[in-house]
């Protein structure tokens, strides 16, 4: 694997399509996978899963934690938020575009033994990393900044840095950051529209030269995690009777998207 940009290193590492039962027990399984891949993969690790194994998600999207706690308990479930810009330019070969923060925490909010030990294992290899006390909050506000920004620039085709420098667009991602925040506040998360606002910016300002994962999905013909962030929000939206006329746009929108790229009808 070679990575360039923000990070240089070169190394040979075994990789693997599939998880077989002959694979030695791991102590960690980072999983890394589109939201929509969630299932198969706790499937593949149920088979491979050891009482000393630790599972640490570092997914986008809201529910990929409970749909890995169908078959792994939720014991060895750890969660992070990762806002590192990076591009696959060539199989192999990762573009590392923009700096970002790396947050892991127990789904408990204790600051235990195994959890200090990734997080100093993170940061000795060059990933600096932080344990979060709610990494559920942080889920939260890592979906919302996604959902302000990936399927805005996947429609646009356009890179993070353009939405603060469209007047227009900037005002659009203030809009979905604050009704984004409403849907978490009905459902007790201790966030505000400020804060996501801000948080949001900054994100796109350190990822400006960024292709957004959405962006890149369409880019390639494949599937978008609209459905783990925006229809998430929507949805949870739609059981607290808030309105979502934003973040039901936008799935509609990405999912338009999607077909014409499969030359199928919405």
């Known amino acids: 694997m070679r990575i360039t940009g923000k990070t240089s290193r070169h190394c040979t590492i075994p990789a693997f399509t599939t998880l077989k039962k002959e694979t030695p027990p791991p102590d960690l399984i980072l999983v890394t996978v589109k939201s929509y891949d969630t299932q198969t993969v706790a499937r593949q690790i149920q088979r491979i899963l050891h009482p000393h194994t630790t599972v640490l998600t570092l997914q986008n999207g809201l529910g990929n934690v409970e749909t890995l706690q169908t078959t792994i308990p939720r014991s060895q479930l750890l969660a992070g938020v990762v806002t590192h810009g990076a591009l696959i330019s060539t199989p192999g070969t990762v573009a590392h575009t923009g700096n970002g923060t790396i947050v892991i925490g127990e789904l408990d909010g204790k600051k235990s033994e195994r959890i200090i ?39 646009f085709s356009c890179q993070n840095g353009y939405l603060l420098t469209n007047p227009v667009l900037r005002h659009v991602i203030d809009d979905i950051c604050r009704e984004s925040t409403r849907i978490a506040k009905s459902d007790g998360l201790p966030i505000t529209a400020a804060d996501m606002i801000r948080i949001t910016r900054t994100v796109i300002r350190t ?44 799935v509609t929108l990405i999912h338009w998207k999607e077909h014409q790229q499969n030359g199928v009808a919405p």
Do not use: Y
């Open 117 to 155: 030990k990734i997080a100093a294992a993170f940061t000795t290899c060059g990933l600096p990393t932080t344990i979060s006390r709610n990494i559920h909050k942080d889920i939260w506000v890592k979906t919302i900044v996604n959902a302000s920004i990936n399927p805005v620039t996947a429609f």
């Open 207 to 250: 990822t400006a030269q960024n292709s957004s994962s959405m962006l890149q999905s369409l880019q390639h013909g494949k599937p978008t995690e609209i459905d783990a962030m925006n229809a998430a929000l929507a949805r949870i939206g739609a059981q607290h009777h808030i309105d979502t006329p934003l973040n039901t746009l936008l």
